[in-house]
């Protein structure tokens, strides 16, 4: 199983693009001479304990054909077992997403065929994983994820945006109703967070803490972020009104934002936030719900593809 590819197919990502471009990437992999099997996903808890069950049968490398939420199970599916330890582990990702994010941080194409050609290349790397710990709702659950989690604006924007219907939850689009749609209904919230060296506590915004660049279908959250440096990058925007918000939305997307006085960078291998009422969380896009937050780095977790 060592050389066999696992493809793991999302065919809802990118608004069900996956289901219809999966014949012709299948033929560009044999056509590479890619050694493959591939299993179509039929919900988030199917592609976690299906990760799993491929890793105890001996799989050891996989490819995401999907977006930034299908990649965040598939890492999910191998920290959810403990036979094979992560670093063994190549993952690899065929874009068809609404965000993706991940990839713009490591340029990688939104070509199939490049993104074949640079699987079939070799080229890999470690990459740091973080693990999230929410609690606070009477039960703790863990999740990990490879780009960026969002705490507070953020996490109510991913909310916002999984309640967007399907038939429109396409592109920058989806992103940018999620951020106002979420503008309007989120209030700044009285937080307290404990980093490696650093404390703070007031009425927090925002914050990311980023193993990657962009979120959100490509805003630069933490642009100085290293993937591979054993540290988040964190970004904590304070009290901020609505209308500086709009202001700065063009600057999300440069980074500029970061220039503004209540802004601030920091970097560390450990976070914890406390708040009242719970900040909603996300990571990777994904919904994690409302809790206090306990987030660590794991360095160079994982192998990824990259170029």
Known sequence: MDETWFVLVNPAAGGFKAEKKWPAISL??????????????????????????????????????????????????IFSQHEVSSDK????????????????THR???????????IKSKKISFHDVGKISLSGNQNTSVKYFINMAGFGFQGLVAERIEGVSSGIKKGIFAFVLGIFDALFR???????ITLDEEEFSGMIYNVNAGICKFC??????????????GLFDITIIRKISKSEVIRNVPGLFSGRFINNRKVSQHRTKKMRITSIPFMPAECDGEVLGYGNVTAEILPKAIIVVVP
Request: proline content about 2%; charged content about 20%.
């Open 28 to 77: 560009m992999l044999q056509k590479e001479g890619i050694d493959f099997i591939c299993q179509f996903s039929k919900s988030a808890e199917d592609i976690i304990s299906t990760i799993s069950e491929a890793i105890q049968k001996g799989f050891r490398k996989f490819i995401a054909v999907g977006g930034d939420g299908t990649l965040n199970l598939i890492i999910n599916g």
């Open 89 to 104: 582990i190549t993952v690899a990702i065929i874009p068809i997403g609404t965000g993706n994010d991940w990839i713009r």
């Open 108 to 118: 990688i194409s939104k070509s199939a065929g490049k993104a074949i050609a640079l």
């Open 186 to 192: 989120y209030n700044t919230t009285q937080v307290s």
């Open 216 to 229: 959100g279908g490509g805003m630069m959250m933490t642009p100085d972020a290293l993937n591979d440096d």
